[in-house]
């Protein structure tokens, strides 16, 4: 997809569109791409999440957009204050894929999976209907998301091209 209004959102990274746009963020693996929207007033937000949880955190000033506990609450109060209300968000995820195999699957190597668990229980908080959802596997994804359309476009080697 070509795109004038292109809005890149990189890894631990999130951004928000009103109107017209498109979000993009590329090398979802175990990361997990988040996108909210709101129809009525055509607000668009997605945040890129590294890791489920800000109490692990070892940076000195906190990304709060690496984090599924701190993204999801920022990106709400971000499309907020553009007139998006959270009781008519709809949420679509993409990613948390385990990428490598590793012997005894210890649950702090499941970051794929814990990172999808973490997003879902964030949005359960403010009651955000997930709409949709291409996660897990063992690869990669890029996803597209157009502000004026609420349409999810996912990419992947393996898979192609999906519209959710």
Do not use: W
């Not at 957009?65 to 701190?70: G, L, P, V």
């Not at 499309?79 to 968000?89: I, K």
């Amino acid at each position: 997809m070509i795109q004038d209004n292109l809005i890149k959102v990189g890894m631990a990274d999130l951004n928000v569109a009103h109107l017209t746009g498109v979000l993009k963020t590329t090398g979802l693996g175990s990361c997990v791409g988040v996108t909210l929207y709101d129809s009525k007033v055509k607000v668009a937000g997605m945040a890129h999440v590294m890791l489920p949880s800000s109490d692990i955190a070892r940076e000195g000033k906190l990304n709060i957009a690496k984090y599924a506990d701190t993204a999801i609450p920022e990106m709400i109060r971000m499309m907020e204050a553009l007139g998006a209300q959270p009781r008519r968000m709809e949420a679509k995820l993409a990613g948390g894929s385990q990428m490598f195999a590793f012997g005894g699957q210890s649950d702090t190597m499941r970051i794929g999976p814990r990172n999808v668990d973490s997003c879902k229980d964030q949005l359960k908080r403010y009651s955000i209907s997930i709409v949709a959802e291409d996660t897990g596997g063992n690869y990669g994804r890029t996803i597209e998301f157009n502000c004026e359309t609420g349409i999810l476009l996912l990419r992947s080697v393996q898979h192609g091209v999906k519209e959710l």
